[in-house]
């Protein structure tokens, strides 16, 4: 009787568990984002398969290779059913189905040929590349013919051009856009009467530096027997409600597979993100599924997000109208949630349907919690409604900690209230550096208005302490010390480097003291240098040995190497005498440390240009030094002196060439003994 009670208890916890479970299905594969560092992080999945549709549970039959999709405003799904010569097209739910596969053309029947695209215009009237009898076929809703279009005919088209339309869009005014199989000249461009009338947006050649050297030095006869340098072709094509094109390409390596192309064909797309929208940062050179990724299609959503697709792996990229990477879902397989070929991809409301060519299915996804979240974070943020905005981007953090692009759209809600300083810190913790800029420059314009009192008492008493000291440097007329000669050095280099070499002035010690000075001070630079200045390193992540050898291993090669050049070019200099130069040459570099870690603080982006100058004219100063230096240590003429520094250069190339080469030699010849080894040992064993 008890246990009987028990359960009635637990009967409506149990429904409740029940009826708040999500009907989809558990993706066969972990989420990921990507960091500012390009490192792969774990995401939770933003989409999950919601089902599967397939011909086979249609009226119509099963598909055959079907190429494209197109879903219009009032959620009606269009399918280029390729194998099977015909359009299938699906209400939303994907119950009730019909085919197009024949038309009336002058009183007679005519039908589709391999048709690879499709599009569907806001009057309801369907556009189709007809792929295989070369043409491009517009029907009206009830399936009467409304034109055809042959090949484009023009002066600018080779004779040698097959006209294969693969894939096309349509905007308000009538016109046609047009991908073509092969057409390397960029989108074919038709009027409204179906009149052709150009190509806009070619892709840039992208030319190897090798092969343009050796076609340079080549033969005619053999320049024409290696690979032309054209442009890549466009794959696939979309078209926004403002009437921007967007194409994608399958191209290797590129940073723009897609693009967002104007009316006059030059590419607008914006690329504000850590990386550009081009699918996976990382990847394998080698084993299952190598290789950069291969953008197949493209999906528009509202408010600027859009949606790429990835023939390599299978995986679907969304960013927002900036270019910020949102969320990844999607691997190529054979379980739910997986594709074997995917072709092709476009939204149904705030759901993702996946046209799966090699499947012959539909796979539609449905919008997780962690999905939902940043989609609508990302449109109140467009519509700037920042307090929903912000709402939405808070809760996406509860669900990932590591969503960078979670803090940015934050940070912008309040830079928009006028919290300048909590929107710097939330621009610090999403790493971007323009709009941190932006948030300081309101921050610090603020701060000193309220603080110009102590600011301007604290200027004049520094500009006083600096004439103080001055005057006392002046007055003072003894010998200057060790410090005071290094100093005398940097402003009277010739005098200086004399003193240092036969006076005997410079001290081994000292110059051992200035690199470990400067060690230190590349140390604190790295540590405290501003986030808009030094956005990719954090206290946390500071070696302190990387900073010491980043700065006595270029030193002791230079002098190795100086030291060798000179001594078979009759050079004067010791090799204490080289060292000792060479550091009290790097006294500028020095000096500017501290002024560069102060400045970094307290300038914006725009204001670079004086952070940049101030550390350029310290190293120029070195390199000024460092050839008086070597110019009295060895006794040179200036000719000789310039010589013999390049030189020194390139003996520094074939140390590090000689010493990586040792390197590997020494790895190799380990790791044969350890091989013999093991196999000696592995003998005796079974003896």
């Known amino acids: 009787m008890n246990r009987f ?47 599967q549709i397939s011909g086979q549970s249609l009226s119509t039959g099963p598909f055959r290779s079907p190429e494209d999709l197109f879903i219009t405003t009032d959620s009606q799904i269009y399918v280029a059913d390729t194998g099977n010569n015909r359009i299938v097209v699906l209400d939303e739910e994907a119950v009730t189905a019909r085919t197009i596969e024949t038309f009336m053309n002058d009183g007679q029947s ?17 556009l189709v590349a007809d792929t295989g009898n070369k043409r491009i076929v517009e029907l009206t809703k009830d399936g009467d013919l409304v034109k055809v279009i042959g090949a484009p005919q023009s002066d600018v088209i080779g004779a040698g051009f097959v006209y294969e339309p693969i894939k096309l869009v349509g905007d308000s005014a009538g016109r046609l856009y047009v991908v073509g199989k092969g057409v390397f000249n960029g989108i074919m461009q038709f009027d409204s009467g179906g009149q052709f009338s150009g190509f ?175 989609r609508q974070a990302v449109i109140y943020n467009d519509t700037g409604e920042e307090q929903k905005s912000v709402e939405k981007w808070r809760e996406a953090l509860g669900l990932n900690s590591n969503l960078e692009i979670a803090y940015l759209g934050i940070g912008k809600a309040e830079l928009r209230q006028g919290n300048n300083k909590e929107a710097m810190n939330n621009f610090k913790l999403g790493m971007h550096r323009e709009y941190y800029s932006r948030a300081f420059e309101r921050y610090r314009k603020d701060f ?34 060790i410090a005071g000669f290094a ?114 603080n307290i300038i914006t982006m725009q204001e670079g240009s004086f952070y940049r100058l101030l550390g350029s004219a310290g190293f120029i100063w070195f390199i000024g030094l460092l050839f008086v230096a070597m110019l009295t240590v060895h006794q040179y003429t200036v000719t000789k002196t310039v010589m013999t520094m390049l030189l020194t250069m390139i003996v520094m190339g074939i140390i590090i060439f000689l010493g990586l080469l040792f390197f590997s030699l020494a790895q190799q010849m380990i790791s044969f003994v350890t091989t013999i080894y093991k196999e000696a040992m592995f003998r005796i064993g079974e003896g």
């Not at 299905?25 to 398969?49: C, T």
């Not at 390596?253 to 081009?278: C, E, I, M, Q, T």
């Not at 990229?317 to 995917?342: A, C, H, N, V, W």
């Open 5 to 51: 009670i028990k359960m009635m208890l637990l009967f409506p916890l149990m429904l409740v568990m029940v009826s708040t479970a999500v009907p989809v299905s558990a993706a066969p594969y972990d989420g990921y984002n990507y960091s500012w560092w390009g490192e792969p992080e774990p995401a939770p999945n933003p989409y999950l398969p919601f089902k």
């Open 110 to 126: 005519d039908h589709f040929l391999a048709p690879q695209g499709l599009f569907v215009r806001t009057n309801g009237n369907l």
């Open 200 to 374: 806009i947006g070619v892709n840039n050649v992208r030319v190897n530096v090798a092969d343009l050297f050796w076609k340079r030095i080549m033969t005619k006869e053999q320049r024409s027997k290696m690979a032309l340098f054209i442009p890549v072709e466009f794959n696939n094509v979309d078209i926004d409600g403002e009437g921007f094109i967007y194409t994608t390409t399958s191209e290797a390596f590129s940073n723009a597979p897609v693009k967002r192309l104007n009316p006059s064909g030059a590419d607008v797309l914006k690329r504000s993100g850590y990386h550009p929208p081009k699918g996976d940062i990382r990847f394998r050179t080698g084993g299952t599924r190598p290789g950069t990724s291969a953008i197949q299609s493209v999906a528009l959503d509202q408010n600027g997000i859009y949606s790429i697709l990835d023939s390599t792996r299978g995986r679907i990229f969304t960013y927002d109208r900036e270019g910020k990477l949102m969320y990844i879902y999607g691997l190529l397989g054979e379980q739910i949630g997986t594709f074997k070929t995917p072709a092709d991809i476009d939204m149904l409301g705030d759901k993702m349907v996946v046209l799966d060519k090699g499947l012959n299915q539909l796979v539609v996804f449905e919008p997780t919690r962690y999905g939902k979240v940043i």
């Open 448 to 481: 000193m208005w309220e603080h110009f009192g102590k600011i301007a008492a604290i200027a004049i008493a520094a500009a006083i302490l600096l004439i103080a000291a001055r005057v006392a440097i002046k007055r003072n007329k003894a010998e200057p010390g």
């Open 487 to 600: 100093w005398y050095t940097i402003f009277h280099p010739f005098n200086g480097f004399w003193e240092l070499k036969f006076e005997r002035k410079g001290k081994v010690w000292f110059a051992v003291l200035l690199l470990l000075l400067l060690s230190l001070l590349y140390v604190l630079k790295r540590q405290y240098t501003g986030f808009i200045f030094n956005p990719s390193v954090s206290a946390d992540n500071v070696s302190v040995i990387d900073e010491v050898k980043f700065v006595l291993l270029p030193f002791m090669l230079w002098c190795i190497a100086n030291w060798s050049t000179t001594t078979l070019m009759d050079g004067e200099g010791k090799f204490k005498e080289i060292v000792t130069a060479s550091a009290y040459a790097l006294v500028p570099v020095i000096l500017m440390q501290i002024p560069l870690i102060l400045l970094s």
